[in-house]
C-alpha cells in the first residue's frame, strides 16, 4: 500500500506564493500512477484541485485554480508537487494528495492512499 506525505503548507498573505509537496513510498510503482491533490475547507466537502496522469502529459485543474496552480511530478524522486500563485484567501484549506484508482479524476471517490493533509492558510 503507497504511503503519501504531504509537506509544503503555511500562512501566506494574498497574493502570494506556496509550493506544497506528495513524497510516496511503498506500494505501486510511483512512476505508473495518475496523482491528484484535493483540498478540504472548514465546514465543506473535499474538492478536487488538480491531476496528472502518469506520464505528465495529461492535467486537469478545477476552475478555480486554473491559471494560478501548476501541478508537476519527479517520478524519480516519488513527489508530486503543486505550485500555487496569486494565493486568495479562499484557498484557505487542507491540502490532500492520493493516488488515481479508476474513474473519474475529479471525483474524491476515484482515489486512494490519502496522506494526511497539510494546511495551507491565506490571509486577506
Known amino acids: 500500500q503507497a504511503q503519501l506525505v504531504e509537506s509544503g503548507g503555511g500562512l501566506v498573505q494574498a497574493g502570494g506564493s506556496l509550493r506544497l509537496s506528495c513524497a510516496a513510498s511503498?506500494?505501486?510503482?510511483?512512476?505508473?500512477?495518475?496523482m491528484g491533490w484535493f483540498r478540504q475547507a472548514p465546514g465543506k466537502e473535499r474538492e478536487f484541485v488538480a491531476a496528472?496522469?502518469?506520464?505528465?502529459?495529461?492535467?486537469y485543474y478545477a476552475d478555480s485554480v486554473k491559471g494560478r496552480f501548476t501541478i508537476s511530478r519527479e517520478n524519480a524522486k516519488s513527489t508530486v508537487y503543486l505550485q500555487m500563485n496569486s494565493l486568495k484567501p479562499e484557498d484557505t484549506a487542507v491540502y490532500y494528495c492520493?493516488?488515481?484508482?479508476?474513474?473519474?479524476?475529479?471525483?474524491?471517490?476515484?482515489?486512494?492512499?490519502w496522506g494526511q493533509g497539510t494546511q495551507v492558510t491565506v490571509s486577506s
Open positions: 492520493a493516488r488515481h484508482v479508476s474513474g473519474s479524476v475529479y471525483s474524491a471517490r476515484s482515489f486512494a492512499s
Open positions: 511503498g506500494g505501486r510503482d510511483f512512476s505508473r500512477l495518475t
Open positions: 496528472l496522469s502518469w506520464n505528465a502529459i495529461s492535467t
